[in-house]
DNA sequence: GTCTATACCTCGATAGAC
DNA sequence: GTCTATCGAGGTATAGAC
């Protein structure tokens, strides 16, 4: 609401960023290249956006909103059945709905350690709420291994540019599958031989 | 061998520099901030290694080079089922045996950025190569996913600072079990309950 | 409220003295 | 083999034009 043309610019600069970003990386990317790319000088863009790590996060920040609904949703479930297959179906959703995003978050740090230091009190809380309920209360280290395995190989392989030419729908049914074989859940698809 | 005094300045620069680039990341660290902890000037780290980068890839090469080993050394078996296990238990001997340089290749494209443009044409040889063995000739898009999501989940665990507190020979099999069970290998210890 | 001009400091890197 | 001096570029910061 009240879309003025500041607003806009900082859309635009934004939607620019993120390109910027996915082609050079984040430290990569200068606020010199941001504002050529606008047509704009470099204090143009600090004008909208006092620090570089604050364009980051806002760049980060859809994702890291959709991760902390389904936190938030999967923690209401009462079984823990149920929490673990809401917390998967909503994760390898998340993944692909922000392919772009992912893939940044997965191979640039930069992005990582930009969102470290703001939000309500970093990233790292959303990574231990996931492991916690993908993991089970008081946890077998198998158990935290598998769980990480499970987040961590989603997260990259949804972002990885080797499996970029994937579909969504298709990427979305593979990781979902691979994601149920880990967690010991059952799966809804016929049991395609996954090394032939 | 001729362990002179320039290759003593060299290996302590070199585990100095693995130190901080753990600490605040390869491009959180400046060659001022090696240069200080090493007591001399930023010009006399340049007289060892001309650029960053080389410092990056020298930090890095004793993880590569094991990789490279175990590439060549699964491609030679005949059979493809030895393939596999040989590469997975390769794999996460490797990623054990480096794991503080593992953290950083999965949390640092700095590092990643930095041998892609060096060494044999990059880094990226060896993950295709590792996928390729891995997801078997003409892969279905499931088995090129599972792959993906056995290697980057294998790696990223071993390097996670949230799993660093398990010990070297927990980790291993922990990590072993989850390979074969993605790969569809059969296990070689009881088959524990992973969703407690 | 939005942007330009300009300057500051650190960084990676080079040249050359000792 | 190590240093001083210096460069261009990058992130940050302020003053002021419109």
């Not at 960023?17 to 000088?41: K, N, P, W, Y």
């Not at 991760?67 to 479930?77: K, S, T």
């Amino acid at each position: 609401m009240t879309a003025g043309p500041a607003e806009d610019t900082r859309t635009r600069l934004l939607q620019t960023a993120l390109r910027l970003f996915t082609e050079h990386g984040v430290e990569g990317t200068s606020l010199q290249m941001i504002a050529d790319a606008l047509g704009v000088t470099k204090a143009a863009v600090y004008y909208h956006f006092k620090t570089k790590a604050e364009i980051t996060e806002a760049v980060a920040e859809p994702g890291v909103r959709d991760l902390d609904e389904l936190v938030l949703r999967a923690a209401a479930q009462k079984r823990r059945g149920t929490q673990v297959d809401l917390l998967l179906e909503g994760f390898v959703d998340l993944v692909i709905r922000h392919r772009a995003l992912v893939a940044l978050f997965s191979s640039d740090p930069g992005l990582v350690r930009a969102i470290e230091k703001s939000a309500h009190g970093g990233m790292e809380g959303f990574g231990q709420a996931l492991l916690g309920i993908l993991s089970g209360p008081d946890p077998t280290p198998a158990a935290r291994v598998n769980a990480m395995v499970t987040l961590t190989g989603i997260a990259m392989a949804g972002g990885s540019p080797d499996l970029a030419r994937l579909g969504d729908e298709e990427l979305r049914t593979e990781l979902l599958d691979v994601g149920r074989r880990l967690l010991g859940r059952p799966r809804r698809r016929g049991l395609a031989s996954v090394t032939p």
